[in-house]
T-cell receptor
């Protein structure tokens, strides 16, 4: 079974600084997708960024970027110029060529003013 | 982005009663919807995959007779918690993937179920 591991239950970052959230996954598939979702206190899941495994180029979305290391099965999220609104639970997710999404255990990010 | 509406956002019910939660894709068609359960400060646990026009696929350990899922159209899936008990109290989230669209998963806003 696929597993997604987030080894950092909690992280904090000073406002305007940069923070990196870690994620590793286990799969025998070669074609899959990776995601980072954000869940603020409202508990609404919000897509932050997506990466296709067949693409070597790391995905970026404004202040959010990933470091995708396919051989190492690593998919970290970098948040630059952190803002107070970035405070949330962040979930790494894996989706194989079927339908199921698998989520990591989450990292709670605190942004310090 | 695509919108998924989930209703109700919270519900309180007595033990032994049934509760229905609706999940609608408002501006796209979804052949597949997913139902998750989330305990406080924990991850999302996939309960079942709901396919339009066919029976849902349940994850191991999820009682299909307790959590009835119906996906009658391309825009609506329902989860009915039958004979609810206090241990069923949880946050339930639905999600949907657009037909022929991106690989993104769009989420409803969730339903907090409290069983007294």
């Amino acid at each position: 079974a696929q597993t997604v591991t987030q080894s950092q239950p909690e992280m904090s970052v000073q406002e305007a600084e940069t923070v990196t959230l870690s994620c590793t996954y286990d799969t025998s598939e070669s074609d899959y997708y990776l995601f980072w979702y954000k869940q603020p206190p409202s508990r609404q899941m919000i897509l932050v960024i997506r990466q296709e495994a067949y693409k070597q180029q790391n995905a970026t979305e404004n202040r959010f970027s990933v470091n995708f290391q396919k051989a190492a099965k690593s998919f970290s999220l970098k948040i630059s110029d952190s803002q107070l609104g970035d405070a949330a639970m962040y979930f790494c997710a894996y989706r194989r060529t079927g339908n199921q999404f698998y989520f990591g255990t989450g990292t709670s990010l605190t942004v310090i003013p | 982005g695509a919108v998924v509406s989930q209703h109700p956002s919270w519900v309180i019910c007595k033990s032994g009663t049934s509760v229905k939660i609706e999940c609608r894709s408002l501006d796209f068609q979804a052949t597949t919807m997913f139902w998750y359960r989330q305990f406080p400060k924990q991850s999302l646990m996939l309960m079942a995959t709901s396919n339009e026009g066919s029976k849902a696929t349940y994850e191991q350990g999820v009682e299909k007779d307790k959590f009835l899922i119906n996906h009658a159209s391309l825009t609506l899936s329902t989860l009915t918690v039958t004979s609810a008990h206090p241990e069923d109290s949880s946050f339930y989230i639905c999600s949907a993937r657009e037909v022929g669209g991106s690989e993104k998963l769009f989420f409803g806003s969730g339903t907090q179920l409290s069983v007294l």
